[in-house]
């Protein structure tokens, strides 16, 4: 279990910063999968689809 | 039918898996269980960290850091391994897939690099008094971090896809040569960093109420990477779909414009 001590702060610093880093992390490739799919439904809204694609299919990540 | 013609008509298991639309078959599924067994074994690794474990002897309560900051320096290298192996993909095998994974994988590496560099500083100052020191394990990790920048900057530099992943793939074989220089780097050089404590000849030197935390957030820490690469490479996949719709769709409009 973890104790008191003064240097308790480069742990806390440390711990946010990672928890930073990871969360932006998966955020960012959310984010791009998002902006991919939305880009493609735009794109098979407008009728234009890859020629193997069924005609009602949609892919999604 | 001869046994060479068999073994052509059927592809191994591997080549069956990597094959870009099963890919997009099998990985769709894999991503929720995936995501759930992480926050799993991410819940247990934290409490093991912060309520399983004993202060270090020496260390103090600080070596809890040690939790965090192996699992992203040994993501730094294994996430380049896999870009080494997927660059031999690209330019031995050509295979179709091995491009994708490597521009997937890179983003992922870099930000694993810079979080390690980031934590040993904050673990570096109350160890060694101080945040950064000009040793050999510090800065070949500081060059491994800009070799990855470097990648993802030449990547971004070509239009054409297929031309960037072959010179990205031998940028990334020369760049391996960092790797290696990070590992003996404390062997080879005086540095502030102790040697090598978990994979030794003898075994690991750490007492096993330190290495059941560890081992735990290093399990934790490379399925999100297992995760992330998986969502990043089904993102590149359909990003090039939608490249190649958005340029059919340009050319229809040329076509009814000149009409």
């Given at each position: 279990m973890i104790t008191g001590s003064a240097e308790n702060i480069f742990i806390v610093w440390a711990y946010a910063g990672i928890g930073i880093g990871t969360f932006g992390l998966i955020g960012w490739v959310w984010l791009s999968a998002r902006r991919v799919n939305a880009r493609l439904k735009t794109l098979e809204a407008q009728g234009?689809?890859?020629?193997?694609?069924?005609?009602a299919s949609g892919p999604s990540a | 039918m001869t046994d060479t013609a068999t073994q052509l008509k059927k592809p191994n298991w591997f080549s069956r898996l990597a094959h870009p639309g099963a890919f997009m078959s099998w990985s769709r599924p894999a991503l929720w269980p995936l995501g759930l067994v992480t926050s799993v074994v991410f819940a247990i690794g934290l409490w093991f960290a912060f309520f399983n474990s004993p202060a270090d002897y020496q260390m103090g309560e600080t070596v809890r850091i040690m939790y965090i900051h192996v699992p992203n320096a040994w993501l730094s290298q294994f996430v380049y391994g896999i870009m080494v192996v997927a660059s031999l993909g690209t330019l031995?095998?050509?295979?179709?897939l091995a491009d994708v994974a490597a521009k997937s994988a890179a983003p992922l590496g870099a930000t694993f690099t810079a979080m390690a560099l980031f934590s040993g500083a904050l673990w570096g100052?109350?160890?060694?008094?101080?945040?950064?020191?000009?040793?050999g394990r510090m800065t070949s990790t500081l060059i491994l971090l800009f070799i990855y920048l470097g990648i993802i900057a030449l990547w971004r530099a070509f239009d054409d896809q297929l031309r960037a992943a072959r010179i990205v793939a031998v940028v990334t074989l020369v760049g391996a040569l960092d790797i290696p220089v990070i590992k003996f780097s404390v062997d080879w050089w005086n540095t502030l960093h102790q040697p090598a404590?978990?994979?030794t000849p003898t075994g690991p030197k750490m007492p096993p109420s330190l290495l059941t935390p560890l081992f735990t957030m290093m399990i934790a820490f490379t399925l999100l990477f297992v995760l992330l690469h998986l969502v990043s490479m089904r993102t590149e996949i359909l990003g090039r779909r939608a490249e190649t719709l958005g340029r059919q769709a340009a050319a229809k409009l040329a076509t009814v414009g000149a009409a």
């Open positions: 234009i689809r890859r020629r193997s694609a069924a005609p | 031995v095998w050509r295979h179709p100052r109350p160890t060694w008094g101080t945040f950064w020191e000009w040793d404590s978990i994979i």
